[in-house]
């Protein structure tokens, strides 16, 4: 498995507060992304980085923020946490731009979050 | 906006039996990728698909892709206990969707 960690692995915490989850990974790649997994759903994109300090936004992203300070390190940050943000979040890396090109995503451990 | 279907949901089978999935799209994708995720676990990359009528194997999985690029499956023949687990199909437009997934279970 790619070098990728998430933490924490779970999370419980009430509406309003806010919640960063990290992503770090050891493989050097480029771009890394955030999603969420929920039932019925699949995977869906909440934001990508293709480089530090470069960042976009993906199919869900109200209510989410991230940053990208080092080509390791990917945050994201829920500024006011609300019950529909419960979910399974995964992290992913690619070699290169997932969105255009043909590189297969490696995906994190995940986290899984609950707002009460 | 552009969605991936994918069906079934739910998939129940005896050990030996065959299993598929399928994957649909209303417009042309670039590619299609597949992805495993056993449970408590993460999605795991398969296979990529990019050719109209592509068809690729991997031991019991055969993956094909549409003549139209509009709809891809994945079959998995005499299916086992390690087959248990999700599976995603991931289409790409102008971006990455994926679709909601097949949950494969198996009975010994």
């Known amino acids: 498995d790619a070098g990728i960690t998430q933490s924490p692995r779970h999370k419980v915490t009430e509406t309003g507060t806010p919640v960063t989850l990290r992503c770090h990974q050891t493989?050097?790649?480029?771009?890394m992304y955030w999603y969420r997994q929920d039932p019925g759903h699949g995977l869906r994109l909440i934001h990508y980085s293709y480089g530090v300090k470069d960042t976009d936004k993906g199919e869900v992203s109200d209510g989410y923020s991230v940053s990208r300070s080092k080509t390791e390190d990917f945050l994201l940050t829920l500024e006011s946490a609300t019950s529909s943000q419960t979910s399974v979040y995964f992290c992913a890396i690619s070699e290169s731009r997932i969105l255009k090109d043909n590189s297969p995503l490696h995906f994190g451990n995940g986290t899984r979050l609950t707002v009460t | 906006g552009q969605q991936v279907m994918q069906i079934p949901q739910y998939q129940h089978v005896q050990e030996g039996e065959d299993f598929t999935t399928y994957c649909n799209s209303s417009t042309t994708l670039s590619n299609i990728q597949w992805y495993k995720q056993r449970p408590g676990g993460h999605p795991v990359f398969l296979i990529q698909?990019?050719?109209?009528?592509e068809v690729k194997k991997q031991k019991r999985l055969t993956f094909q892709f549409g003549e139209a690029k509009k709809n891809s499956s994945l079959h998995i023949t005499a299916t086992q206990t390690t087959d248990v687990g999700t599976y995603f199909c991931a289409g790409r437009y102008n971006d990455m969707r994926f679709g909601a997934g097949t949950r494969l279970t198996v009975k010994p």
């Open positions: 493989e050097n790649h480029r771009y």
């Open positions: 698909l990019v050719k109209s009528g």
